[in-house]
């Protein structure tokens, strides 16, 4: 059974792992730096669907396949798949896996659902005898916007502090293999909420989320920033991740250096126009998934903290007035495994 | 760090919106929408047309050819640039009314198209036409 330390963290006493993974990417992701990297990338912003809503539904489809067919797997041999999105009561995980008849655990935790997946999926493998369990979650710039904003057609400035939801998706299989990328120690977020209200300013939300998660897995594991060689955030952008490095270094910890945040990896700011950075669940999912987990899988990479950031909102109570909640779960990935763990 | 201090932080770190460039960019576009509408009344006038006639002219075809962009996809990167440019006149209501009727035609023509139709433009209509009415108002009393 996970060992809990400290009242966030848990260890996994099993060995858990990431035995394979899947990436999809849009036209614009495809254009940025680690299109390369993807395992696919569609051109058609629609996926030959007839609505954007639809079209995400592609993206978790097509993702889990790709996963699958690496780990050389029927998407039916899952155990079960752990799957969330932005769109209202996630729509795009629940119909675009409804073919597969994998047992299904939806979940919400908005920008943060790859991790909160990957940490409830990790204690799944450790709390039984489930093999192999999926993650996946998607976004889609044109679906978030008809959501969350304007009609995409409508001609509005976007502000600098904006960010540009990521039309992408993630599926990553975790398993009892003996092989990189481990799954150490996981960490559950907690809801932190420093008073923004500002939509098209999600970064300065969930900073406060991130540095709260990294304060108590730090503290919890009794180890600091210098023993990791990557921390890895899902999308807090250029604001967030300025905020972060100011929240962190007040706790006592230094980022610079050990920190890169998924939002400002996967465009080319300067070139795409995207502003702040990217956004939305498919963000941080696809990174991990295309560029991140190959390089803790080839050693390239030793120890990783992943963790994507949520902010918790609807339009609905922003406007009732409410400020935006964020949130951020953390997975301790690894090249090496524990040396007193076993399958 | 207090919920205060936080906001001050959030406040340098949020690089300001580029007024400098904002602002011009939406005197010349709005200028130039405004020039066109000039030069359709000048036609209309020398087609023959009465001014009340040549004036409606002027907004039949700013709203057409703004709806018509929206429809080719081109009004939204225009507007990008432009900003107020193009929201502010006529242009910008067309914009409003003709994009979410696009966007939303995929829940049917009644309750997606005919009811989102109105999920920006309505509030400028309500509100438009209780302005009016209180001015109408304000109007009547002071002629008594």
């Not at chain 1, 569609?42 to 396949?65: H, N, S, Y």
């Not at chain 1, 155990?79 to 597969?100: H, K, M, P, T, W």
């Not at chain 1, 730090?218 to 180890?223: A, H, I, L, Q, Y």
């Not at chain 1, 300067?270 to 050693?299: E, F, M, N, T, Y």
Request: contains cysteine; hydrophobic residues 40%.
């Amino acid at each position: 059974m996970a060992k809990k330390l400290g009242r966030h963290t848990y260890r996994l006493e099993k060995t858990v792992s990431v035995s394979a993974w899947g990436s999809i990417g849009g036209k614009k992701e495809g254009e940025g730096p680690l299109g390369g990297a993807f395992d696919e990338i569609e051109p058609d912003a629609r996926l030959g669907q007839k609505t954007w809503e639809q079209a995400e539904c592609q993206l978790q489809l097509r993702a889990v396949d790709a996963a699958c067919r690496k780990a050389h797997l029927m998407p039916q041999e899952l155990d079960f798949i752990l799957a969330g999105d932005l769109l209202n009561q996630c729509v795009s995980s629940a119909y675009g896996l409804r073919a597969f008849g994998i047992p299904f655990l939806g979940i919400y935790g908005a920008c943060s659902t790859m991790s909160e997946g990957m940490v409830l999926a990790s204690l799944l493998l450790e709390g039984t005898d489930a093999v192999r369990g999926g993650v996946v979650t998607s976004s889609h710039f044109c679906s978030a916007e008809r959501q969350f904003r304007t009609p995409l057609e409508y001609g509005a400035q976007r502000p600098p502090t904006s960010q540009w939801t990521a039309t992408a998706a993630g599926c990553a299989i975790l398993g009892r293999q003996e092989r990189p990328p481990y799954v150490r120690t996981v960490t559950i977020g907690t809801i932190e909420d420093k008073g923004i209200t500002d939509a098209a300013n999600m970064g300065a939300a969930m900073a406060p989320a991130a540095a709260a998660t990294l304060a108590h897995f730090f503290e919890d594991t009794g180890t600091r920033p210098e023993d990791y060689d990557l921390i890895l955030t899902g999308d807090l952008g250029q604001v967030g991740r300025d905020l972060l490095y100011q929240l962190a270094a007040e706790q006592g910890y230094r980022l610079e250096g050990l920190h890169q945040d998924c939002g400002l990896l996967l465009y080319d700011r300067q070139r795409q126009d995207v502003h702040a950075g990217a956004s939305g669940c498919g963000c941080s999912a696809s990174v991990l998934c295309s560029s991140i987990l190959p390089r803790i899988a080839s050693g390239a990479l030793g120890q990783v903290l992943f963790l994507a950031t949520g902010a918790l909102m609807s339009t609905t109570m922003l406007q009732q007035g409410e400020s935006i909640p964020g949130i951020a779960h953390l997975v301790h990935l690894s090249s090496r495994n524990h040396p007193e763990r076993r399958c | 760090m207090t919920d205060q201090e936080y906001a001050k932080r959030n406040q340098l770190a949020s690089a300001p919106t580029k007024s400098w460039k904002n602002i011009p960019l939406a005197f010349l576009s709005g200028g130039a929408i405004c020039t066109a509408g000039e030069l359709i009344r000048q036609a209309a006038l020398a087609a023959g047309l009465e001014e009340k006639t040549a004036a409606l002219a002027v907004s039949l075809s700013l709203i057409a050819a703004a709806s018509l962009l929206t429809g080719l996809g081109l009004y939204d990167k225009i507007a990008k640039h432009a900003g107020a440019g193009t929201l502010v006149p006529i242009t910008g209501f067309s914009n409003a009314m003709t994009s979410p009727a696009m966007e939303f035609k995929s829940e049917g023509i009644i309750l997606g198209l005919g009811a989102k139709m109105f999920v920006i433009a309505g509030p400028v209509i309500v509100y438009g036409i209780a302005a009016s009415v209180v001015y109408g108002l304000i109007l009547w009393l002071a002629r008594l």
